[in-house]
């Protein structure tokens, strides 16, 4: 597979799973457990190929998030009450990535930093005294506006005519900002990005 022309534009839809995890500090929150969560992203790619590398651009949304577990003391009460929540982190992401085609395999990496900008913050919440009921509200005041890190990525891509291509990409985002105004949280992802790509312009 030829790698493209220096002067190529693509542009391009994304969109895959995620799978997302938060780092924290244990110290301040006692007896809460959180744990992984599978969610998605979408959004537009823009690749431009320089003459040995490529600068990649995108414009995603990501639904990052976890899921929390606490156990409440008695307080009188004959049992323990626990409580279950879903927290949903809406994003809007732009990394910028710098990236090489291998061998002209079609495989290419690619790396580089992130900027995210928080629309919302909306948590889901369970209780074993109510459950059958579901507690929505949003939260969004608690947390940082913007979160920032590296992404990295490893991929396939193919031809299936001259100015279309798809390809599929394991990216890994780390977080390098403590996003929590009350404790430190870094958000975490890795995701199976798929992607249709068109070729717009050529020098």
């Not at 606490?70 to 809007?92: C, D, M, S, V, W």
């Not at 889901?124 to 947390?143: D, H, V």
């Not at 985002?173 to 975490?188: E, K, S, V």
Request: hydrophobic content about 35%; glycine content about 10%.
């Amino acid at each position: 597979m030829a790698q493209q022309t220096p002067g190529t534009l693509q542009l391009g839809l994304v969109a895959g799973p995620s799978h997302v995890f938060f780092d924290r500090d244990d110290v301040p929150y006692g007896n809460v457990t959180i744990s992984s969560d599978i969610r998605w992203s979408a959004g537009l790619s823009s690749k431009y190929q320089l003459n040995k590398f490529f600068l990649k651009v995108d414009l995603l949304y990501e639904n990052k998030g976890y899921g929390a577990h606490a156990i409440l003391p008695y307080n009188g009460r004959q049992t323990q009450e626990e409580i279950n929540q879903k927290k949903h982190f809406h994003y809007l992401t732009l990394p910028l990535l710098l990236g090489v085609d291998i061998l002209q395999s079609g495989i290419f990496l690619n790396a580089g930093p992130y900027i995210g900008r928080l629309l919302s913050q909306i948590t889901f919440e369970s209780s074993s005294e109510a459950e059958k009921q579901t507690a929505r509200r949003n939260e969004t005041m608690g947390w940082e506006k913007f979160d920032y890190g590296i992404s990295g990525g490893i991929g396939y891509y193919k031809e299936i005519t001259p100015i279309l291509n798809v390809s599929a990409e394991i990216r890994h985002n780390r977080g390098l900002y403590d996003i929590y105004n009350w404790g430190n949280y870094n958000p975490n992802s890795t995701s199976l990005l798929l992607g249709l790509h068109y070729t717009l312009a050529t020098k």
